[in-house]
């Protein structure tokens, strides 16, 4: 099996970044090997002269386009999953990630209204999941960014998220 055509095939055609998981489990090899195949990839590709390239650390990896051509693409590149997101949608987007994990309710009681359909649309979308939930009555879910979030912000971590101000750092106020 050519690893390297298999590879950049399911990396072009996945929605975000594939965990190595999946290639060690279906492809039986190292973790070594398979940033090693990611490397020949890379090379290859800037040898080719191609806009894109494998980004990866230890756990995914993506394929991206170089930044260096980002404003030649600024024209033509495709609408964005956070363009046409509603004002509403925005605003909960922006609780998820600097609340996060956060429930509905948590959502909710910071925008002040039901934010139910802005929840379904950002997860439609791949923005947010849900991580899991909390023990208690009713189980309440429990809101994450995905991946595909950061790569979309361009950010590495939440970490890297601007800082707003006192109210979301106040852990008191939870």
Known sequence: MNYKKVITAILLVSDGSVDHKYFLEN??????????????????????????????????????????????????????VLRGLSTPALETLSIVAYEQPV????VNEIRGVESESSLKTLESRGLI??????????????????????????????????????YFSNIEEE
């Open 27 to 80: 492809f039986n090899i190292s973790n070594e090997n398979l940033l090693s195949i990611f490397d020949e990839i890379n090379n290859e590709l800037k040898d080719n002269d191609y806009g894109f390239y494998i980004k990866y650390d230890l756990k995914s990896s993506d394929l991206v386009t170089l930044s260096s051509i980002s404003t030649e693409l600024s024209e033509f590149k495709p609408p964005s």
């Open 103 to 106: 429930t509905k309710l948590k």
């Open 129 to 166: 999941e849900k991580s899991g939930s909390l023990d208690l009555p009713g189980n309440p879910h429990l809101y994450v960014t995905t991946n595909l979030f950061l790569e979309k912000m361009d950010i590495t971590s939440i970490d890297d998220l601007p800082v707003l101000g006192e």
